[in-house]
């Protein structure tokens, strides 16, 4: 390994990678303040909550995975240096947006009437949370909106403003639960409904402050976003959903599968339920850091690729891998030291402290060979290949990192059945499969441009630089 280039390169990724973690940690912040501040409400407040957020977050998600590919789009138009494209293509996406956002609000009240006899639960609770879906609905508009925004601008590599309209949303998101589940200012005590309504608030917010960031800003302006209106183009929006589908799926298999066994944990006990939920709570905030990572070198290999740069593609997606290796290391060992710490913050019951504990024993594992796959899976959307991903996350989550779970932890097939232990092993074994697989489908995809003697050389040395 080259060492002045990795630490060139990787001081290149860092500069978006920073701003983009600090923005995925706001946002899950914000999830946190909203369980807290309706927890001081009743138990049953947080419940619906928490119920809640399972049914609307991976219906989001999905959302949020498909207007990723604009990011690349962008990336690659940019490095190509077709800016008139770049507006157009944004356009396209946020007709897209605005579709799923509004069929967000028409699914909610046409599945509310369906699905209401099958709750059958006790108390307020059903409809504290089907108030709180009610409320949510409404943000999503808004939100799919400001997705557009966001990843218009971090295809052109600017991502100061995803940093700056979190803290925004943030800071909007505490006085609004404050308002609204506990019954201020003259608004109605919601409970945790209220966290519904104060999160649509959120949304638009951010929309609206992303909307006015771009229009004001100088670098943002050199696409040429509003200086043209464009009608929808089903031939580009084809394409967009062609791109966008395999990385919304890809998302959604990995949010299901770690809810789903949740679900299958439940016959072992609340207690195993709630170590396994206190440790992938804690790995997901720490996922994060790949993540961010991996969101980067979309952005830099794409813009390397639209530039016909793909030696700088290769390397950015070399040494942002081992980039998030060496980081790896470093999460790992503080999860080593200080797991049974960590697991006291989310519960105070011992038995739940040690097997959360001995779960994250098994998280430091594969953080490695999650840091792999979601670096590669990075890397290949700045090619523009998702639907390798999509196939390699299937398989290797659902085929096999679910199924090793399940004949470990609940079958005396292999061993006797190990309970939460089997599943994370089964995590271990899926996300190594996933990190193999990706892996070699982008070593596949370099080798294929580096045996291309046709294309035209690249017409720039490096990617962009702005100041952040």
């Known amino acids: 390994m080259n060492l002045p280039a990795f630490f060139t390169h990787s001081k290149s990724i860092l500069k978006l990678t920073y701003p983009i973690l600090i923005a995925q940690l706001i946002q899950n912040l914000m999830g946190f303040v909203d369980i807290v501040m309706a927890g001081r409400v009743s138990a049953e407040d947080l419940a619906a909550v928490a119920v809640a957020n399972s049914i609307w977050l991976p219906l989001i998600l999905t959302i949020y995975g498909l207007i990723m590919a604009l990011a690349a789009i962008v990336s690659q138009l940019a490095g190509a240096n077709k800016y008139p494209e770049v507006a157009e293509q944004t356009y396209q996406t946020a007709w897209i947006s605005l579709a799923l956002g509004i069929s967000l609000i028409a699914l909610y009240y046409?599945?509310?009437?369906?699905?209401?006899?099958?709750?059958?639960?006790?108390?307020?609770?059903?409809?504290?949370?089907?108030?709180?879906?009610?409320?949510?609905v409404w943000g999503a508009p808004g939100f799919c909106l400001y997705l557009v925004l966001r990843n218009y601008a971090e295809g052109l590599s600017y991502v100061k403003p995803t940093m700056i309209i979190s803290i925004i949303g943030l800071l909007v998101n505490i006085p609004a639960n404050y308002i609204f589940i506990y019954g201020k200012l003259g608004a109605p005590a919601l409970g945790g409904a209220g966290c519904g309504i104060a999160t649509a608030i959120v949304y638009w917010a951010m929309f609206i402050s992303m909307l006015i960031y771009c229009f004001r800003s100088s670098?943002?302006?050199?696409?040429?976003?509003?200086?043209?209106?464009?009608?929808?183009?089903?031939?580009?929006?084809?394409?967009?959903?062609?791109?966008?589908?395999?990385?919304?799926?890809?998302?959604?298999?990995?949010?299901?599968?770690?809810?789903?066994?949740?679900?299958?944990?439940?016959?072992?006990?609340?207690?195993?339920?709630?170590?396994?939920?206190?440790?992938?709570?804690?790995?997901?905030?720490?996922?994060?850091?790949?993540?961010?990572?991996?969101?980067?070198?979309?952005?830099?290999?794409?813009?390397?690729?639209?530039?016909?740069?793909?030696?700088?593609?290769?390397?950015?997606?070399?040494?942002?891998?081992?980039?998030?290796?060496?980081?790896?290391?470093?999460?790992?060992i503080l999860t080593v030291v200080f797991r049974e710490q960590i697991a006291g913050i989310y519960s105070?019951?011992?038995?739940?402290?040690?097997?959360?504990?001995?779960?994250?024993?098994?998280?430091?594992?594969?953080?490695?060979?999650?840091?792999?796959?979601?670096?590669?899976?990075?890397?290949?959307?700045?090619?523009?290949?998702?639907?390798?991903?999509?196939?390699?996350?299937?398989?290797?989550?659902?085929?096999?990192?679910?199924?090793?779970?399940?004949?470990?932890?609940?079958?005396?097939?292999?061993?006797?059945?190990?309970?939460?232990?089997?599943?994370?092993?089964?995590?271990?074994?899926?996300?190594t499969a996933a990190a193999v697989l990706l892996a070699w489908r982008l070593r596949v995809i370099q080798q294929r441009l580096e045996q291309n003697k046709d294309e035209l050389p690249p017409t720039k040395n490096n990617s962009p630089e702005f100041e952040l």
């Open 348 to 431: 105070r019951e011992l038995p739940v402290i040690e097997l959360a504990a001995s779960l994250m024993l098994l998280a430091t594992i594969y953080q490695f060979s999650d840091t792999i796959q979601v670096v590669s899976a990075g890397a290949l959307r700045g090619y523009k290949d998702t639907k390798s991903i999509l196939y390699i996350t299937f398989v290797s989550y659902w085929l096999i990192g679910l199924g090793v779970g399940l004949v470990l932890g609940i079958t005396d097939w292999v061993v006797p059945k190990m309970g939460p232990y089997g599943f994370w092993i089964g995590f271990i074994i899926g996300l």
């Open 110 to 136: 046409v599945a509310t009437p369906l699905l209401s006899p099958m709750f059958s639960l006790e108390g307020n609770l059903e409809t504290l949370i089907l108030d709180y879906l009610a409320y949510i």
């Open 219 to 332: 670098i943002l302006k050199q696409a040429n976003l509003f200086t043209r209106f464009y009608w929808p183009n089903f031939t580009h929006i084809k394409n967009i959903l062609a791109l966008g589908i395999p990385i919304a799926l890809s998302l959604l298999f990995e949010v299901s599968l770690f809810a789903i066994v949740a679900i299958i944990l439940v016959p072992f006990g609340s207690q195993v339920v709630a170590s396994h939920q206190v440790a992938l709570n804690f790995t997901g905030l720490v996922f994060m850091v790949p993540l961010s990572i991996a969101m980067a070198t979309t952005i830099k290999v794409g813009y390397a690729i639209g530039n016909k740069n793909y030696q700088q593609a290769k390397d950015y997606s070399f040494y942002s891998v081992i980039l998030g290796l060496l980081l790896a290391c470093v999460t790992a």
